[in-house]
């Protein structure tokens, strides 16, 4: 799990440092195949339940499940890029937002809040905790941010298999929920709204857009319980 959650970490990196105006989402799908060899890994999202795509590519409003075309990023974008990997049978799974040249106030406020609900998150990502505390911290921090979480979508468990038990929601009440052990990897991934909570999926039947066509940021890592402080599988400086 940490050689594999090294090479998502890695790939992750070269991807969004291609991040610029006028790429399109294609050719960063394209890179995220030659990263990943280099890498001596391979897609865990690509013919995942029929996913066309090497990694998920969501631009503005588009909140997870983008697949990779003939769109140019323009400046002002926010594009968010989720990666899972499959590196010796063990999965690698983790995203982030990053911007498109200047944006605007508003989608800078965004990705911070969603990034400080992941840290949160993460911080409550302890042995003997339940997973209801985990789950209602991330959502108190959005909700501080005046933000909504989307809630048809969640993190979850992660090892051998992309998606694994427990389901990992942004939403939860405290003291609910089975407990945190030493030995559980999760992937935790606030999915933050701009505006309304609402989602759909597109005719593609991936793409999941925001009802409201307000922007939508997604951050995420792996991260193991251990007897003392979580260790995150995922780590780099897209945290």
């Not at 075309?69 to 063990?90: A, H, Y």
């Not at 501080?144 to 969640?154: D, I, K, L, N, Q």
């Not at 038990?165 to 606030?190: R, S, Y």
């Not at 989602?199 to 793409?207: H, N, Y």
């Amino acid at each position: 799990m940490r050689a594999a959650g090294r090479a998502a970490r890695t790939v992750l990196e070269k991807i969004a440092a291609l991040v610029r105006p006028g790429v399109t989402t294609r050719e960063l799908d394209q890179a995220a195949a030659e990263f990943m060899l280099e890498q001596k890994c391979k897609s865990a999202f690509l013919g995942y339940r029929g996913f066309p795509g090497q990694v998920c590519i969501s631009v503005n409003e588009e909140v997870v499940h983008g697949i990779g075309g003939v769109r140019r990023l323009q400046p002002g974008d926010i594009v968010s890029l989720d990666v899972g990997v499959n590196k010796s049978g063990w999965i690698g799974d983790t995203a982030t937002t990053v911007a498109v040249g200047q944006i605007s106030p508003g989608a800078t406020k965004l990705l911070g809040a969603t990034q400080e609900a992941l840290r949160v998150g993460l911080l409550h990502a302890e042995s003997g905790r339940r997973l209801g505390d985990l789950c209602s911290a991330i959502e108190q921090a959005v909700i501080a941010h005046g933000f909504s979480v989307v809630r048809e979508f969640v993190g979850h468990g992660v090892g051998k298999k992309l998606h694994e038990e427990p389901q990992v929601p942004n939403f939860g009440v405290p003291g609910e929920g089975p407990k945190l052990k030493p030995g559980m990897t999760l992937a935790i991934e606030p999915m933050v709204n701009l505006g309304k909570a609402g989602v759909r999926v597109l005719s593609d039947g991936w793409t999941v857009v925001t009802q409201d066509n307000q922007l939508s940021a997604h951050f995420e890592h792996t991260v193991l319980i251990t007897r003392g402080e979580p260790e995150i599988l995922t780590c780099s400086g897209l945290m």
